[in-house]
């Protein structure tokens, strides 16, 4: 039971209003409404293991914490980044201690994905046999970070971030606790929502901050922005927003859509990513996706980076804003990506095959006996510059591993693949 001094000590409003009921919770109607996952088992009063998904503040712990209440369940709260082994038994031995009389434990994890792969195996055989209903919190992606064997005994649930609604009823129920407004007027009130960014507590947050403010003079976007903190963007360069954000650079950029791709590049950016890589990424996507349905990618991202090299942040992201440019608006082919997969395909199947003798060189007398370089014709001193000549192995048919596309300059490289094609087949070559 609390103290009275714990009851009387002041508490944080983001704390003071924490949902009392799940119909309270904002935000996340898909999983807690009548037709969702969390709805239908609060309804037939029977929970089973799940992995909570979402981003800071969108109400991981609430609905846990209510969802043992629902239910009749004993909450036994742990956090992956203070507990170890030790305390894990603990609440195991405590959990079965309470069904051995009648009772239930809702066992909640936050930060779950922080566990090592042996301690996750650990709630294994709890949870298999209903010692606890495990509730995971985590902000990164499950199937990354949890063992397959506790996600197969676990559904996984996905919370959205806040949008602009949920939000603005967290500002009004602030305001509702203080019994005024906040002062600000309605351009700054949406900014203190899009400085949250989707967190229901980092915005009672910062309407605590303005409601201590010693002044209620009525603030604009510009003096709200001086007089609180904005929230960093949430970008994690070695998990998973690291690999949303470069999937969605590039995949934008192969979308042709350079303004996407800049609103993509500049995320990664603001987020603190490493633009050598960006550098690398944008050189890969010049090879890939372009080609030489337009020749000059490759030069352009390679001379961004090189720029980047040269003269750093901020003058040098500049330049990869301009190579994002190039390579969006760029025809597109993966003529170039496909042939080489292709062949290299054919060079796994097919072995130690020899060249076939006549472009081989000689160097030695045996060699020349051997027939190494006989019938080699030098295609510069042929008509129209083309022998026509094999260059496969003798063992295998020939393969047509690159098919140029209709894109930028590969319009010209097929009628000039399409003219040897005949040409060779006059001079009766494969």
Not at 139 to 167: I, K, M, W, Y
Not at 303 to 308: K, L, M, S, T, V
Request: with cysteine.
């Amino acid at each position: 039971m609390d103290s009275l001094f714990a009851r009387t000590a002041p508490r944080p409003l983001a704390d003071r209003l924490r949902p009392r009921s799940l119909a309270e919770v904002v935000g996340q109607d898909h999983l807690l409404g009548p037709e969702g996952p969390i709805g239908r088992m609060v309804a037939a009063r029977h929970l089973s293991s799940m992995v909570l998904w979402g981003p800071p503040g969108c109400g991981k712990t609430t609905i846990a914490r209510l969802l043992a209440e629902v239910t009749d369940l004993e909450f036994a709260p742990l956090s992956a980044v203070f507990s170890g082994v030790a305390d894990l038994r603990k609440v195991f031995d405590e959990a079965r201690a309470r069904r051995d009389s009648g009772g239930g434990t809702l066992l909640f994890v936050d930060e779950i994905h922080r566990f090592n792969r042996a301690q996750q195996d650990a709630f294994l055989p709890v949870v298999e046999d209903g010692t606890v209903t495990l509730v995971g919190a985590t902000t990164e992606n499950p199937s990354f970070e949890l063992n397959g064997a506790l996600l197969s005994r676990c559904q996984v649930l996905v919370l959205h971030r806040l949008d602009d609604a949920a939000l603005e009823t967290l500002v009004a129920r602030a305001e509702a606790a203080e019994g005024r407004a906040l002062p600000l007027d309605g351009d700054a009130r949406a900014a203190l929502r899009a400085m949250a960014d989707g967190d229901g507590r980092f915005v009672l947050n910062l309407a605590e901050e303005l409601f201590a403010r010693p002044t209620e003079d009525l603030l604009d976007t510009a003096g709200l922005t001086a007089a609180v903190q904005r929230r960093a963007p949430l970008y994690d360069k070695s998990q998973d927003g690291h690999y949303n954000l470069i999937s969605a650079l590039h995949k934008s950029v192969r979308g042709s859509d350079p303004d996407a791709a800049l609103y993509w590049l500049a995320r990664m950016l603001v987020g603190g990513e490493d633009p050598r890589y960006i550098a690398r990424r944008l050189t890969r996507m010049a090879v890939e996706d372009i080609g030489l349905a337009d020749p000059q990618a490759l030069p352009q991202a390679v001379a961004a980076w090189e720029a980047y090299e040269r003269i750093g942040s901020p003058e040098g992201e500049l330049a990869l804003a301009q190579c994002v440019i190039y390579l969006a608006t760029a025809p597109k082919s993966v003529s170039g990506y496909r042939a080489f997969g292709a062949a290299h395909r054919a060079a796994r199947d097919t072995g130690s095959l020899m060249p076939p003798k006549h472009i081989l060189n000689a160097p030695t007398r045996l060699m020349a006996e051997q027939g190494y370089g006989k019938g080699y014709l030098y295609d510069p001193d042929t008509e129209a510059g083309f022998s026509g000549q094999n260059y496969f192995p003798d063992e295998i048919a020939r393969s047509d591993f690159y098919a140029p596309g209709d894109q930028g300059y590969e319009r010209e490289i097929a009628k000039r693949l399409a003219a040897w094609r005949r040409a060779r087949a006059q001079k009766g070559g494969r």
